[in-house]
T-cell receptor, first 113, second 116 residues
Framework: SQKIEQNSEALNIQEGKTATLTCNYT??????LQWYRQDPGRGPVFLLL?????KEKRKERLKVTFDTTLKQSLFHITASQPADSATYLC????????????FGKGTRLHILP | DVKVTQSSRYLVKRTGEKVFLECVQD?????MFWYRQDPGLGLRLIYF???????EKGDIPEGYSVSREKKERFSLILESASTNQTSMYLC???????????????FGPGTRLTVL
């Protein structure tokens, strides 16, 4: 069955450093992959999307890579700030209408001042 | 900006009560979704709809029903609330593209439901 894995343990990063979050998946060939941010008690908010034929995408301090051979996406936040502290979810989107979006459980990121 | 609103942020109900959760989106999106989110289990899809009066079961539809009478509104109904339905409920909407449910999902703020 399809499986999407994110590091379930919280990630603590010193302010100013680069935070790197990992999303691995199995038994799936997504059309593209999305990253969302979720703050406590709030709904997820879309951040970035990367297509299966793209290797890398950037948006301000965010960078996403997508390796369909390794079945892995990396999400980087450079020059991290305490305000970046949140849970980050990755999501896989399939090619067909019947392919429902699949969310990972998320990784909690703490940026330490 | 897309806005998805949910009728309540917090709700407390008693076992056996019928519960209605309402979701409204203002971007004319075709697709609407209901999820529940629990610690350690992540987001789980309850029901979704890709058109008015259309509905499809998600991964955990048991104990729930939905209604979509208008394009902008998607309701989740707990026919007889039980304590194991205590959870955060999230509504989302997305536009359709030629590849189905492939567009960005826009989430509402969530409803924290407690069933006593």
């Amino acid at each position: 069955s399809q499986k999407i894995e994110q590091n379930s343990e919280a990630l603590n990063i010193q302010e100013g450093k680069t935070a790197t979050l990992t999303c691995n998946y199995t038994n799936y060939s997504p059309a593209y992959l999305q990253w969302y941010r979720q703050d406590p008690g709030r709904g997820p908010v879309f951040l970035l999307l990367i297509r299966e034929n793209e290797k890398e995408k950037r948006k301000e301090r965010l960078k996403v890579t997508f390796d369909t051979t390794l079945k892995q996406s990396l999400f980087h936040i450079t020059a991290s700030q305490p305000a970046d502290s949140a849970t980050y979810l990755c999501a896989l989107v399939g090619w067909n209408r019947d392919d429902k979006i699949i969310f990972g459980k998320g990784t909690r990121l703490h940026i330490l001042p | 900006d897309v806005k998805v609103t949910q009728s309540s942020r917090y709700l407390v109900k008693r076992t056996g009560e019928k519960v209605f959760l309402e979701c409204v989106q203002d971007m004319d999106h075709e697709n609407m979704f209901w999820y529940r989110q629990d610690p350690g289990l992540g987001l789980r899809l309850i029901y979704f709809s890709y058109d008015v009066k259309m509905k499809e079961k998600g991964d955990i539809p048991e104990g729930y029903s939905v209604s979509r009478e208008k394009k902008e509104r998607f309701s989740l109904i707990l026919e007889s609330a039980s304590t194991n339905q205590t959870s955060m409920y999230l509504c989302a909407s997305s536009a359709s593209t030629g590849v189905g449910f492939t567009d960005t999902q826009y989430f509402g703020p969530g409803t924290r439901l407690t069933v006593l």
